[in-house]
């Protein structure tokens, strides 16, 4: 067996991950401002803009349905299939388990004390009796401040 990465073949593999999950953020920002402009429009239509009123029938007929709640609940399938499908295609579920099993292995490993308790800030007692710091983990903190400043 070769020890040769195929570079190519990654970078392949991982756009084709990318590019599904771009058309899913697509496809959700259009579903958004779709149906944001359906609603408006039926609004506006509701409201009697254009000279329309409630009295002809068949208009009356027309905005009397909730077709921005259809449209929305309708097309809601379509992109939560979408979804589903990028979200198994691109082992985001995967991810996912591994994420939970090592979440999971640290838990029992702190249970039974196998893992390595996280160290406290050393403290003093101050001349007025409050609680500060030692020298070294002042300085460290120092350190990290003008770090972030820089």
Same mark, same amino acid.
């Given at each position: 067996m ?5 570079y190519?073949?990654i970078?392949?593999?991982?756009n084709?991950r990318v590019n599904k999950?771009?058309?899913l953020?697509?496809h ?6 779709v ?5 408006l429009?039926w609004?506006?239509?509701r409201?009697?803009?254009?000279g329309l009123?409630a009295?002809d029938p068949?208009?009356?007929q027309?905005i009397?349905?909730p077709i921005?709640l ?10 939560a299939i979408?979804?589903?499908?990028v979200?198994?295609?691109t082992g985001?579920l %995967? @991810?996912?388990?591994d994420?939970?099993m090592? #979440? +999971? ?7 039974l004390?196998?893992?390595e308790?996280p ?8 001349d007025?009796g409050e609680?500060?710091?030692t020298?070294e983990?002042a %300085? @460290?903190t120092?350190?990290r401040?003008g770090? #972030? +400043?820089?």
């Amino acid at each position: 067996m070769s020890d040769h990465l195929d570079y190519d073949e990654i970078r392949r593999r991982v756009n084709k991950r990318v590019n599904k999950r771009k058309e899913l953020y697509i496809h959700t920002g259009v579903y958004v401002v779709v149906n944001i402009a359906v609603l408006l429009v039926w609004l506006v239509l509701r409201g009697g803009a254009f000279g329309l009123t409630a009295q002809d029938p068949e208009f009356a007929q027309i905005i009397s349905a909730p077709i921005p709640l259809l449209l929305a609940g309708a097309w809601m399938i379509g992109l939560a299939i979408h979804a589903m499908t990028v979200f198994f295609e691109t082992g985001m579920l %995967e @991810r996912m388990q591994d994420r939970e099993m090592t #979440r +999971e292995i640290e838990r029992e490993k702190q249970r039974l004390h196998l893992s390595e308790k996280p160290k406290r800030e050393a403290l003093t007692l101050s001349d007025d009796g409050e609680l500060v710091p030692t020298a070294e983990v002042a %300085e @460290r903190t120092a350190r990290r401040v003008g770090r #972030r +400043e820089q």
